[in-house]
């Protein structure tokens, strides 16, 4: 009877145990590490960090990013990029890319006509229309991407702000 309930209890402790882990395994990372493990935004990862916006971006949130695809840095005039990666225009890639961060999370379901003031302080425009999300002159391409900190929504090109 002692070996019946021995075993009971260690196969209760051991699915215990699995569910933890698979439940720590399920919890997505912050804003910076699913964007990094998602594969379609390294340069949105590399500008980040050239920004010197990991530590924010990694912060408690909860932000809503706006992130561009390596496609829609790739749409820009050539080497747009690479001039903006240069340690001299670092404060105007870091307003580049706060005007993609909207503090809060702001679920797809959510997502109305509106102004939305961004990290940097200026104002983007969310619109809805033809079934799209449009913001400024860049579509949603996908939604509610978790992370620990906020929420990603894919866009197909890079906002500027004005």
């Given at each position: 009877m002692k070996v019946h309930r021995l075993l009971t209890l260690a196969a209760l402790v051991a699915s215990t145990l699995t569910l933890s882990v698979t439940r720590a395994a399920?919890?997505?990372?912050?804003?910076?590490?699913?964007?990094?493990?998602?594969?379609?935004?390294?340069?949105?990862?590399?500008?980040?960090?050239a920004a010197g916006l990991v530590e924010t971006l990694q912060g408690k949130g909860p932000f809503t990013v706006f992130a561009p695809t390596d496609e829609a840095f790739a749409k820009l005039p050539a080497g747009t990029v690479e001039s903006l990666l240069k340690p001299e225009n670092k404060e105007k890639l870091k307003g580049i890319l706060l005007y993609h961060v909207v503090p809060g999370k702001v679920m797809a379901a959510d997502v109305k006509t509106m102004k939305?003031?961004?990290?940097?302080?200026?104002?983007?425009?969310?619109?809805?229309?033809?079934?799209?999300?449009?913001?400024?002159?860049?579509?949603?391409?996908?939604?509610?991407?978790?992370?620990?900190?906020?929420?990603?929504?894919?866009?197909?090109?890079?906002?500027?702000?004005?």
């Open positions: 399920d919890k997505p990372g912050d804003i910076v590490a699913v964007a990094s493990g998602a594969g379609s935004f390294k340069t949105l990862v590399t500008a980040v960090k939305a003031k961004t990290a940097g302080g200026k104002e983007l425009s969310i619109k809805v229309e033809a079934g799209s999300v449009m913001v400024d002159n860049a579509k949603v391409v996908k939604t509610d991407v978790a992370a620990s900190n906020g929420v990603i929504h894919v866009i197909d090109t890079v906002v500027l702000p004005k």
